[in-house]
């Protein structure tokens, strides 16, 4: 069975970093991309960026280019996401996703992020 | 960048209807269109993808269809479990995965 289980809930204060992760099993790690989607309270949902386990190959929505870091290690069949200074505005529910062809097959079930002094 | 919206933001039906939802883009994407339903505090479920494939365990009552700007997600006869919000997303504007604005479907 197909699963991506992400780390827990996270409360930080503004300027903190942080990496939440998400990990990858019942599938070939290396061999599909993986994805991070951002939802804000009470709001849609945005593409933040994927990275490809295998070559360990990088995009970023331009929205979040330089705002977040994107990696994997995929002898552990882990990708991650994370913040070098986290601000108020980065609180939000975060979820990890399989790409297959033309689709988003598989999610976890999110990392909700609160950032508040 | 390729902008999704989504018609209606706000839908308001009964069991028993049957409801339409529309994507347009901003530019053509082929079939390279995705649904996806949210329920309250639960990750999106896949729908539907390459605008009409149903997605394996997906009640038969959903169906998608278009191509190029304008797509729908049709669902035939509305369940009590079909109250969510659904959102469209194009793959083919790589890496660039833009999401509509969602779609919350409540009842009447």
């Known amino acids: 069975e197909v699963q991506l289980v992400q780390s827990g809930a996270e409360v930080k204060k503004p300027g903190e970093s942080l990496k939440i992760s998400c990990k990858g099993s019942g599938y070939s790690f290396t061999s599909y991309w993986i994805g991070w989607v951002r939802q804000m309270p009470g709001k849609g949902l945005e593409w933040m960026g994927i990275i490809y386990p295998g070559d360990s190959d990088t995009r970023y929505s331009p929205s979040f280019q330089g705002q977040v870091t994107i990696s994997a290690d995929k002898s552990i069949s882990t990708a991650y996401l994370q913040w070098s200074s986290l601000k108020a505005s980065d609180t939000a529910m975060y979820y990890c996703?399989?790409?297959?062809?033309?689709?988003?097959?598989?999610w976890g079930q999110g990392t909700l992020v609160t950032v508040s002094s | 960048d390729i902008q999704l919206t989504q018609s209606p933001s706000f839908l308001s039906a009964s069991v028993g209807d049957r409801v339409t939802i529309t994507c347009r883009a901003s530019q053509g994407i082929s079939s390279y269109l995705a649904w996806y339903q949210q329920k309250p505090g639960k990750a999106p479920k896949l729908l539907i993808y390459a605008a009409s494939t149903l997605q394996s365990g997906v009640p038969s009552r959903f169906s998608g269809s278009g191509s190029g700007t304008e797509f729908t997600l049709t669902i035939s006869s509305l369940q009590p479990e079909d109250f969510a919000t659904y959102y469209c997303?194009?793959?083919?504007?790589?890496?660039?995965?833009?999401f509509g604005q969602g779609t919350k479907l409540e009842i009447k």
């Open positions: 997303q194009q793959l083919n504007s790589y890496p660039l995965y833009t």
């Open positions: 996703v399989r790409r297959l062809n033309g689709c988003f097959d598989y």
